[in-house]
């Protein structure tokens, strides 16, 4: 029979990981609270941005600056507390369209009663102090956008 281990095994990856120019860029921008993406040949604008165009496999550089403000396109309730995450449940978590992004990217969403997030939802982000990224969106207080805005979003 083989031998039970009693500790726990830590297995460690001693590298490092290059984001490229693109990644690099936008983590930067984030730090900087300026949301970058990039804009394909065909000219949508991808929010995160990648390197190479999913739709045609062109490398992409084109970065191009997106309002940090945006709309919400889909959304769910999460119930369960997630290991390691100091947050309440429940709360929501949705994809968010950027204005001027083809794009939606993914964010919690606060400042708002679970129960009142809905599709078409206007929000901003909100930072902490020494925040590398957005903490969370909130209601910006505009009327909720119209559904054909953001329908090819979902």
């Not at 031998?3 to 095994?9: D, H, I, Q, R, Y």
């Not at 690099?24 to 941005?49: D, H, N, Y």
Request: net charge negative; glycine share 10%.
């Amino acid at each position: 029979m083989p031998e039970v281990l009693s500790a726990p095994l830590v297995v460690e990856f001693p590298f490092t990981r290059s984001l490229g120019p693109v990644q690099s860029a936008f983590l930067t921008g984030l730090r900087e609270r300026t949301v970058l993406g990039v804009k394909t040949s065909g000219g949508q604008v991808l929010v995160p941005p990648v390197e190479y165009d999913p739709a045609t496999a062109e490398e992409i550089r084109d970065l191009v600056e997106v309002a940090p403000t945006g709309t919400v396109t889909t959304f769910c309730i999460v119930n369960i507390k997630a290991r390691n995450l100091d947050i309440e449940v429940p709360y929501v978590y949705g994809h968010i369209a950027l204005d001027g992004a083809d794009l939606a990217l993914h964010g919690r969403i606060g400042g708002i009663p679970y129960d009142q997030v809905r599709m078409g939802l206007r929000v901003e982000p909100v930072w902490t102090e020494g925040g590398r990224y957005p903490d969370h969106y909130r209601p910006t207080g505009e009327p909720d956008a119209d559904y054909d805005a953001y329908k090819e979003l979902i």
